[in-house]
């Protein structure tokens, strides 16, 4: 097991080395291991490697600082100058914040931006302040549309995260693919069999192989694929950042940028009710749903985003297991960077 506090560490340790201010490093590291934490091993530490060559190789402006290119009182345009994802998204998610503050809700539009990692962190920014808070972001053409066999969309990650009075906040964050592209490319580097309701190959068959994953597949068909288009509009038709038949991928290393675009905002309920009454309604209704007549078989019955939250209290205290490929993987950058990956618990 490895502790997560000296994991963090590391991480921020690393992007030091690629170029990040503390405050990007920092953010980024947290982020991170948020992530693993919760039980998202596909955007954890198995990206470090790429985050950190990303940036150290200039593909992504480690110095860059997001700026506001339009600004109306309750709608932004952000452009992320090609910085880090994680600072773009957070910028952007504090400026809404405090918007929302003012104006009972505030909504960003995103374009230069670059991978940001679990959609729920930033929607989490939200929720603890109060708020209804929502992110999404498109990614390259990872999905087929129905019927299809190439790929024409991104996993375009939905996250909505909810406060509700004494106990955690509902938290949705899911890729509109049956599972994250990232879980693909994990099963791969750890040499598993995936499932074959994930993805098809070439020519348009259920495959088990995650070598041979040409196109993943939407959730519940049709409604997943319409989700994806909707969210590829917001993130990038409203933006202006590249679509994902144009941006470039996340694993490119040839020198394109990948011009992602996101969507993120902040809903403030106490403009419409009095103070507490939202959240005293949601957890009431909550704990309706958590009380409700249980299914032979089911021991307890959990709102979005409960599961991961007890997995992130687990790892604080007994920490995470990582695969020997990670752990290579970290040992390898730990050298580059002139660090000790001494993380063990």
């Known amino acids: 097991m490895y502790d997560c506090a000296k994991l963090k560490d590391f991480t921020e340790k690393v992007m030091l080395d690629a170029g990040l201010n503390e405050k990007d490093s920092r953010d980024f590291a947290d982020s991170l291991l948020f992530a693993q934490m919760r039980g998202i091993g596909s955007h954890g530490l198995t990206r470090l490697k790429t985050y950190y060559r990303r940036a150290k190789d200039g593909l992504v402006d480690a110095k860059a600082q997001p700026t506001i290119e339009n600004d109306q009182p309750s709608l932004l345009l952000v452009d992320g100058q090609n910085g880090m994802g994680v600072a773009s998204a957070m910028y952007a998610m504090d400026t809404c914040i405090d918007r929302a503050e003012k104006n009972g809700a505030c909504f960003a539009a995103v374009k230069g931006g670059n991978h940001f990692g679990c959609a729920a962190y930033f929607a989490l920014q939200a929720a ?108 990038s038709c409203l933006s202006g950042a590249k679509n994902g038949q144009t941006m470039g991928s996340f694993y490119d290393f040839s020198g394109k940028h990948q011009d992602s675009g996101f969507f993120v905002g902040a809903l403030n309920a106490k403009g419409l009710l009095p103070e507490g009454a939202f959240e005293l309604a ?45 752990v290579k993987e970290m040992q390898e950058l730990a050298a580059e960077c002139g660090l000790a990956f001494d993380c063990e618990k």
């Open 128 to 235: 603890r302040k109060g708020m209804i808070g929502v992110a999404m972001a498109n990614g390259p053409v990872a999905m087929a549309a129905i019927g299809g066999k190439d790929p024409v969309l991104g996993t375009n990650p939905l996250a909505i995260a909810i406060p509700a009075a004494g106990r955690e906040p509902y938290v949705l964050d899911m890729a509109t693919s049956v599972v994250a592209r990232g879980k693909v490319a994990l099963a791969a580097k750890e040499g598993r069999e995936i499932p074959p309701s994930w993805g098809i190959d070439a020519e348009g068959h259920p495959t088990t192989d995650p070598n041979s994953v040409k196109c993943v597949l939407p959730f519940g068909g049709a409604k997943g694929y319409g989700i994806a288009l909707a969210i590829e509009v917001l993130c």
């Open 282 to 326: 949601t957890a009431a209704l909550f704990a309706s749903i958590k009380d409700s007549p249980k299914a032979e078989g089911c021991e307890e019955i959990f709102i979005p985003g409960e599961i991961e939250q007890r997995n992130y209290k687990s790892a604080e205290k007994t920490g995470v297991k990582l695969s020997d490929a990670i």
